[in-house]
């Protein structure tokens, strides 16, 4: 069975600075897909960032980028120049590739906050 | 843009009623789903659709049912509302494709169970 894990509970971070949110999972394929959703507060949830495990360059997204290290069964997202709009809830994702059911396993998701 | 709607923001329910919780997606995705999101927990897949008619249990279906008749509407039904079962639910939809098709979300219901 696969497991997504985030042991930040909760973060901070001064507005402009750089922040990386931690997440590790556990699987025994060799095909699978890593997400990073963002939920705002009372706002619906949406996609920040993909990984595709074969593809070794890492993702980036303008100001949002990952760390994937696939040995390690680690994924971190790094924000960059953060903003108050990255107020929001982070839960990292996964998906087997083989799966066309979009069921994805989700971590236990942390909480950020940026300061002015 | 792609819209998944759930019919109540906030729902106050007391213990035993049945519940309906109503999502409808406009898209034309083939997948459907409900989740729950707890403090800690994350989300957690109630139970999945990938056609009319068709679903799965998810990881936590126990006291939940599911209705698909048409599409674009997917309906978590509690059948006897338990304190147990106050949470927020997620509904979400996505193409069948292989990996890392991006989900989409509605926006949330928030039920209390009194």
């Known amino acids: 069975a696969q497991t997504v894990t985030q042991s930040q509970p909760e973060m901070s971070v001064q507005e402009a600075e750089t922040v990386t949110l931690s997440c590790t999972y556990d699987?025994?394929?060799?095909?699978?897909?890593l997400f990073w959703y963002k939920q705002p507060p009372s706002r619906q949830m949406i996609l920040v960032i993909r990984?595709?495990?074969?593809?070794?360059q890492n993702a980036t997204e303008n100001r949002f980028s990952v760390n994937f290290q696939k040995a390690a069964k680690s994924f971190s997202l790094k924000i960059s120049d953060s903003q108050l709009g990255d107020t929001a809830m982070y839960f990292c994702?996964?998906?087997?590739?083989?799966?066309?059911?979009?069921?994805?396993?989700f971590g236990q998701g942390t909480t950020l906050q940026v300061k002015p | 843009d792609v819209k998944v709607t759930q019919s109540s923001r906030y729902l106050v329910k007391r213990t035993g009623e049945k519940v309906f919780l109503e999502c409808v997606q406009d898209m034309d995705h083939e997948n459907m789903f409900w989740y729950r999101q707890d403090p800690g927990l994350g989300l957690r897949l109630i139970y999945f659709?990938?056609?009319?008619?068709?679903?799965e249990k998810g990881d936590i279906p126990e006291g939940y049912s599911v209705s698909r008749e048409k599409k674009e509407r997917f309906s978590l039904i509690l059948e006897s509302a338990s304190t147990n079962q106050t949470s927020m639910y997620l509904c979400?939809?996505?193409?069948?494709?292989?990996?890392?098709?991006?989900?989409?979300f509605g926006q949330g219901t928030r039920l209390t169970v009194v």
């Open positions: 699987t025994s394929e060799s095909n699978y897909y």
């Open positions: 979400a939809s996505s193409l069948p494709r292989p990996g890392g098709t991006e989900a989409f």
């Open positions: 990984q595709e495990a074969y593809k070794q």
């Open positions: 659709s990938y056609d009319v008619k068709m679903k």
């Open positions: 994702a996964f998906i087997r590739g083989s799966s066309n059911t979009g069921k994805l396993i």
